[in-house]
């Protein structure tokens, strides 16, 4: 099975733009779609991004995501920062040959 | 709107079981695939287990394997995850989250507020 890798954590100016990776390490990050989840201190997770760049409905446009496969990576960008983006992100994606869900390890984004 | 509310946690020795359940309401229960997802204290999500719209295929990560089963009952709206030969390092929240379709693949469209297991002698 692959694995996920994040970067432990991030940290941005208000009204700034970050980008945080998510490579794969096995596989290619085209096969799967890659879903970004935002999970704000003491509460359950929510979807910010799926199927590698879509946002769900009630997601500002300030959240994108993309996938480089030159890299094997995918990344959620988030532009005009604001202190309520200041959360845990998650990327996840699957195994289509072996039904098998994977998250990535969790980046800490801090805005100060 | 749509509600996930898991139950069931709770302190137990290692070793011995727990059945953690999740009432889901304001969707047709039976037209989607449910996961169980956990988070250990001050760790990151790890996805444990999926089962199909209708109960037929269910799927596990290696850690749980074996030892925790996924059920579903569509008459009651009701997912459910047994828990047996638990270990320490069990100890988590454990959410239920449904998926956006009745396809495996996608992503989680909802989750619960998560239920607490502690494992501990």
């Known amino acids: 099975n692959f694995m996920l890798t994040q970067p432990h954590s991030v940290s941005e100016s208000p009204g700034k733009t970050i980008t945080i990776s998510c490579t794969r390490t096995s596989g290619s990050i085209a096969s799967d779609y890659v879903q970004w989840y935002q999970q704000r201190p003491g509460s359950s997770p929510t979807t910010v991004i799926y199927?590698?760049?879509?946002?769900p409905s009630g997601v500002p446009d300030r959240f994108s995501g993309s996938i480089d496969s030159s890299s094997n990576s995918a990344s959620l960008t988030i532009s005009g920062l604001k202190t309520e983006d200041e959360a845990d992100y998650y990327c996840?994606?699957?195994?289509?040959?072996?039904?098998?869900?994977?998250f990535g390890g969790g980046t800490k984004l801090t805005v100060l | 709107q749509v509600q996930l509310v898991e139950s069931g946690g709770g302190v137990v020795q290692p070793g011995r079981s727990l059945r953690l359940s999740c009432a889901a309401s304001g969707f047709t229960f039976s037209d989607y695939t449910f996961h169980w997802v956990r988070q250990a204290p001050g760790k990151g999500l790890e996805w444990l287990a999926l089962i199909s719209f209708d109960g037929t295929n269910k799927y596990f990560a290696d850690s749980v394997k074996g030892r925790f089963t996924i059920s579903r009952d569509n008459s009651n709206n009701t997912l459910y995850l047994q828990l047996n030969t638990l270990r320490t390092e069990d100890t988590a929240v454990y959410y239920c989250?449904?998926?956006?379709?009745?396809?495996?693949?996608?992503?989680?469209?909802?989750w619960g507020q998560g239920t607490l297991v502690t494992v501990s002698s």
């Open positions: 989250a449904r998926g956006y379709s009745s396809a495996w693949f996608g992503y989680l469209q909802y």
């Open positions: 199927e590698d760049n879509q946002r």
């Open positions: 996840q994606s699957y195994d289509s040959n072996n039904p098998l869900w994977v």
